[in-house]
């Protein structure tokens, strides 16, 4: 079973997230692929590899191509704020490359 949570991201230095997939996609979905050490994402604990990104300061994204995606996640990060709104899928914990 798949949970979606509504995670506040605290804006402090860089998200540091990296994202697979797309819409457009054998994965047909926006992945988390990588949640790199010491960023805001690792920081908060909530976001991890395997994770599908549904929504960022209430822009849905189930739709959306790799680079919209990540365009969303940037608009988002640089907008006004202390903090921004992401909605994810938790997955059941597996390796990543499974997905690929």
């Given amino acids: 079973m798949r949970m ?3 995670l506040i991201v605290f ?3 860089h ?3 990296a994202l697979e997939g797309g819409a457009d996609s054998p994965l047909g979905k926006l992945v988390i692929s990588a949640v790199y050490e010491g960023g805001a994402a690792d920081k908060h604990g ?3 590899p395997g994770d599908e990104l549904m929504a960022v300061n ?3 994204l189930l739709d959306a191509t790799l680079t919209e995606g990540q365009n969303a996640l940037a608009r988002a990060w640089n907008s006004g704020g202390d903090w921004i709104d992401v909605v994810i899928t938790v997955s059941p914990p597996k390796d990543y490359e499974d997905e690929v």
């Fill in 15 to 17: 998200l540091d997230i």
């Fill in 46 to 48: 909530g976001v991890v």
């Fill in 4 to 6: 979606a949570l509504m």
């Fill in 58 to 60: 209430g822009k849905i």
């Fill in 11 to 13: 804006k402090t230095g």
